[in-house]
């Protein structure tokens, strides 16, 4: 245990509270935490669907794995629907929250909502496909 040298008698006393700024203190910067939200939710919602692409050459290349794909297909879409559809409620949410800044909020919510549209084509896509 370290001891600390005693004061001088000549030294001032530190001072408990520091002298207040002239300027005043910056003001505290407003967040918008479900725009944060919306964006990690929409951000999260788009990487399962890259993280199913990257493994598709590897559950194809199992044999008889078309069963697997099939699956796999339907649970990362289905995941991937249902956070792209929580990032776009969350995103409106934040957008119209007032003195917010929007930008995370506008951004999750094109993130879902663009992950929405890519899910929508993909089972037109199978539908289409299973006509024929």
Do not use: C, W
Not at 43 to 55: H, Q, T
Not at 68 to 81: E, I, L, R
């Amino acid at each position: 245990m370290t001891e600390s040298a005693p004061l001088s008698p000549s030294a001032p006393a530190p001072s408990p509270n520091p002298a207040p700024s002239p300027y005043g203190t910056a003001p505290a910067r407003p967040r918008n935490v479900v725009g944060i939200a919306a964006f990690i939710v929409g951000v999260a919602s788009k990487l399962v669907g890259v993280g199913f692409g990257l493994s598709v050459p590897a559950i194809l290349a199992a044999d008889g794995a078309y069963g697997v794909y099939q699956v796999a297909s339907f649970a990362t879409s289905t995941v991937g629907f249902l956070l792209a559809l929580v990032a776009v409620v969350l995103g409106i949410v934040g957008l119209v929250r007032r003195g917010a800044p929007r930008g995370f909020a506008a951004a999750g919510t094109a993130i879902g909502a663009v992950v929405v549209v890519e899910v929508g084509v993909g089972a037109l896509q199978g539908a289409v496909y299973s006509l024929f």
